[in-house]
């Protein structure tokens, strides 16, 4: 297996609109008055032609005929996403307490509107839609917001939907998403590194009826999954785990999981990368009594969002595949993640290798100007990823070389 196909090629940002109205922009900022000028020119010019020379986008890397643009970098702390019906895009955030809703220029190429729709809230890091509704999760609750799409200029109070979930702040940033069956998932972290804590309330994914009735523990053993999906033909649940700390530079291993049972386990706080016994839980159960991975994303990554790509834009061997969000290592020596990985399907519906798909937010001197968070497949087959380090949302399209 390669995981660092040769091939591959910098993006450099085309000429155009964008690229001569962030010239003007630079020049005003020399003038007399600079910023009324400046304030001009914004609203004149779409807020993406500063937005792309913002942030340094040539130094991504994509296989061959794959182009990497900014749609904003106006949304701090952007983390999970979900898109409503009438093409609004939804976004959540964490340390900053806001949800946006990113309305799109028809091309989809620029976001024409960023505004928030709801403040205040505890780590509203997770976000999903049902029949209009956007629902979010902030820790120990979830909101919602109804008819969103038809009230984004004055969305209201959210409404408590549920609020029986942990308070516990320390792995509290909640994924959320609606599954085929119309039920509500909810990730649930484990309140420290590692713990044995009661595991009906912790270390878990549940769903929930849309109106917060019928509470079921769906996954247990999971330390921290702040991203799932489901497998498009077959409706599987697929979901990423971090694995636990201090234990070394190199294991444990975070997790790519399928669930073929409810309430089946995967390990946490006895296991880890189902072969890695914990040295003071381990001895209590076996790792031969868990479900392992389907594959292990390597130590320390934080692998993040996982998705389905769903499009048709992409090349045909990219239709079915997994793409992972790497946030990237906080505490190891040398970083390693800031990237997104391709995990791609056998005919049996397991991981046949994995392969990096974007790199370059982490720098050869290991600066780093961004990390993937989220991802989420437009309906022209473009490809989202959010990016909370650098407040911004790339769209990755492709073309044939």
Known sequence: ???????????????????????????????????????????????????????????????????VEVLSDRVPGARGMTLGPKGTLFVGSRAQGVVY????????AYAARVQTIASGLNMPVGVALHNGTLYISAVSRIVKLENIE?????????????????????????????????????????????????DSRFALIGSMRPD??????????????????????????????????????DVPDDELNRLTRIGEHFGFPYCHAGDIADPEYGRAKPCVDFTPPVAKLGAHVAALGVR?????????????SLFIAEHGSWNRSRKVGYRVVRAVLDAK???????IFAQGWLGDDESVWGRPVD?????????????DY??????????KP
């Open 1 to 67: 297996m390669r995981r660092f196909p040769d091939g591959w090629q910098r993006l450099v940002r085309p000429p155009g609109s964008a690229r001569l109205a962030a010239r003007v922009v630079r020049l005003v900022k020399h003038a007399h008055h600079a910023s009324l000028f400046l304030g001009a020119a914004l609203a004149l010019a779409p807020w993406p032609a500063a937005a792309h020379d913002a942030l340094p986008i040539e130094r991504l890397a994509l296989p061959p005929g794959f182009h």
């Open 101 to 108: 809703a990113i309305t799109l220029d028809p091309s989809r």
């Open 150 to 198: 038809s009230h984004l200029d004055n969305p209201g109070k959210p409404i408590v939907v549920y609020d029986k979930l942990p308070g516990e702040t320390h792995h509290g940033w909640r994924y959320i998403a609606f599954g085929p069956d119309r039920r509500l998932y909810v990730g649930v972290g484990a309140p420290c590194n590692v713990c044995k804590r009661d």
């Open 212 to 249: 917060g009735t019928d509470w079921q523990v769906v996954a247990r053993g999971v330390r921290n999954t702040v991203g799932f999906d489901w497998q498009p033909r077959t409706h599987t649940l697929w979901f990423t785990d971090n694995g636990r700390d201090q234990l070394g530079e």
């Open 308 to 320: 389905f790509y769903t499009g048709k834009q992409f090349p045909k061997d990219y239709r079915g």
């Open 349 to 355: 519906g397991n991981v046949a290798k994995q392969e």
């Open 375 to 387: 991802l989420l497949t437009l309906p022209d087959g473009s490809l989202l990823i959010s990016d």
């Open 390 to 399: 650098a407040g911004a949302i790339y769209r990755i399209t492709y073309r």
